[in-house]
């Protein structure tokens, strides 16, 4: 796992070259996105098993943590507690899709054949 652009850019682990994710659509459109079944390059299969991205929501939660941190340490001083976890509250809402596919993109990488 030297070459990192793959992930970066969530194309298949194998050639790199095939979208692990539907591209069309923007960041504001509330939907989960849309993962393909297979690499359309190598015909790679990204799901493998019932439960094959069980795993994903560990790296998910890490995800989420380390986003909410910095939040909470920077805002903690200024805004009251109940204000606090509203603002929480809306980061996780804005970074939720995205910790969905990077968790995914990064599940698939880690253990690829």
């Given at each position: ?22 591209t069309k659509g923007s960041l ?49 001083w200024f805004l009251p507690l ?10 996780l809402i804005l970074t939720m ?17």
């Amino acid at each position: 796992m030297s070459n990192f652009k793959p992930i970066l850019s969530g194309t298949c682990p194998i050639c790199g070259k095939g979208k692990i994710f539907e591209t069309k659509g923007s960041l504001l459109h509330l939907k989960a996105p849309k993962m393909y079944e297979r690499c359309s390059e190598c015909n790679y299969r990204f799901d493998k098993e019932p439960g094959y991205f069980f795993g994903a929501m560990y790296i998910s939660y890490g995800l989420a943590v380390a986003e909410l941190l910095p939040v909470f340490l920077l805002f903690s001083w200024f805004l009251p507690l109940g204000w606090m976890f509203a603002l929480m509250l809306v980061v996780l809402i804005l970074t939720m899709f995205f910790n969905f596919r990077a968790s995914r993109v990064l599940w698939i990488h880690i253990f690829h054949e």
